[in-house]
């Protein structure tokens, strides 16, 4: 079949000149960089909401999309129609998994019962093209913020009927990715927070979530899914404030509802810079802290305060993520990277798609490279190493090692002179490091063919 009207995309190296030109300029798959090929470092995905589902509205205009299953206007007829285009679109594009938000594939019923019978007639047509394709699975989830039944939240609602339909919403999601082999399993607390704490048991509703997470791993148990549970943090937007803030506030609420053992970290970038961080920041976060799970791959606008969900293309940025996923060895035991991002309103035609998928799979690749080419040259390790150097021997190894206390310390610091303490900092050369860090970027992919 062709329906899209797109070739295959091929991996064309820098040949053909800066033009991308629908074809991979650093996205080799077969490439082996590190010990591992690319394909396996980045394990791309794509999202089924923003490409499939996202008419390019925004708040001040209607959708611009063009899309080929338009002509279908059932709406169970277009959800079973679109699996077919999803699957030609992953094959062509090389990528070997997608993701997917349950209420994305099928439209609801009038009760919970209709929706899931709507629901599993287009789940056995992916797993169909599954088997035929052998593209995967790299997660799953359930859509507990779209409908209005959960203006306010799911597990974190006020009113009880709305936390037991979400269980039974969760409940058959679970169900759907053990059928379907999804490595991981993803929670977004989408509206899991507050609008106004004058009318809000904080302590309560986080409670609520922590119980109903148990549950959800219970069954998980309970059926023989054994996926990895991620959480996305995310600072604010749709709610003021959400529970799962950032990577250090997420992973003290695991920690304070005995479920680090169950969950990691699925980290956005976008996400990231809501919460005032880069992307580097939450990733290092969760690295650290044995929380690294899987990554979203999108950009935020620096210059707009919401969500923007654009398609990567900061190399510095890309560049800095794959530092940290090179350091960590992988992207989390079974994490990939998945685009959670939209073409922009006026990128509207259906080949748009392809071009910014092709955008973030090279955006990704050249970061890799450039991690790569770093990480053999040990700068960034030798920086830090040389930095910290004082506390491998000495008054410094003592602090490390637990024998130093305050009164040792007072002793040691007692009678220094000034113009000594001074004298034992140096210059970080910040800006020598940045430029550094251009240069590996422009010579690393000069040299690529």
């Known amino acids: ?147 209005p039944r959960f203006v306010d939240g799911a597990s974190t609602s006020p009113f009880a009927d709305i936390f037991a339909y979400s269980a039974a919403q969760l409940k ?32 309560r509703e986080q409670e609520h979530m922590a119980a109903f997470f148990h549950m959800c791993h219970d069954y998980a148990q309970e059926i023989g899914f054994d ?42 970038g976008n996400h990231a810079n809501l919460a005032m961080h880069t992307y580097q920041h939450e990733i290092r976060v969760a690295r650290e802290n044995g929380f690294l799970g899987s990554l979203d791959a999108n950009q935020g606008d620096k210059l707009i305060g919401w969500d923007m969900d654009e398609f990567p293309t900061d190399l510095y940025e890309t560049v800095a993520v794959m530092w940290e996923v090179l350091a960590a060895g992988s992207i989390g035991p079974h994490g990939g990277l998945n685009f959670d991002a939209k073409p922009r309103r006026s990128s509207f035609s259906p080949e748009d798609l392809f071009r910014t998928h092709v955008a973030g799979m090279d955006a990704y690749a050249a970061g890799l490279l450039v991690a790569d080419r770093m990480h053999e040259d040990k700068f960034i390790e030798n920086l830090q190493a040389d930095r910290y150097s004082s506390f491998d021997s000495g008054i410094g190894k003592r602090v490390e090692d637990g024998a130093a206390s305050l009164a040792s310390l007072e002793e040691y610091a007692l009678d220094k002179p000034q113009a000594d303490l001074i004298a034992a900092t140096r210059s970080d050369h910040l800006e020598s490091v940045k430029a550094t860090i251009n240069n590996y970027i422009v010579d690393t992919l000069a040299s690529v063919k």
Request: charged share 25%; aromatic share 14%.
């Open 1 to 147: 079949m062709d329906l899209w009207n797109v070739d295959k995309i091929e991996y064309v190296g820098r040949s053909q000149g800066p033009s991308e030109s629908l074809g991979f300029h650093y996205y080799d798959p077969e490439k082996v960089v590190a010990g591992k090929k690319m394909k396996d470092w980045l394990r791309f995905a794509v999202a089924w909401w923003h490409t499939f589902n996202q008419e390019l509205v925004d708040p001040f205009g209607t959708g611009t999309a063009q899309r080929p299953y338009y002509k279908y206007t059932d709406p169970m007829d277009q959800a079973l129609a679109k699996v077919d285009y999803a699957f030609e679109l992953f094959t062509k594009l090389g990528v070997n998994y997608f993701c997917f938000h349950d209420r994305d594939l099928a439209p609801e019923g009038d009760t919970l019962r209709q929706t899931n019978a709507n629901l599993d007639k287009v789940v056995d047509k992916i797993e169909e093209n599954m088997k035929s394709t052998g593209v995967k699975l790299l997660w799953n989830t359930s859509s507990l913020f779209t409908n």
């Open 172 to 203: 058959h999601s679970l169900e759907i990715g053990k059928r379907l082999g999804a490595e991981n399993y993803v929670f977004w607390g989408g509206r899991e927070g507050y609008e106004n704490l004058w009318n809000t048991q904080m302590k």
């Open 227 to 268: 996926a990895q549970f991620l959480i996305e943090p995310k600072a604010k937007e749709p709610t003021m404030h959400q529970y799962d803030f950032d990577a250090s506030t997420t992973i003290a609420f695991l920690k304070t509802y005995d479920l680090d053992d169950v969950f990691k970290l699925n980290l956005e």
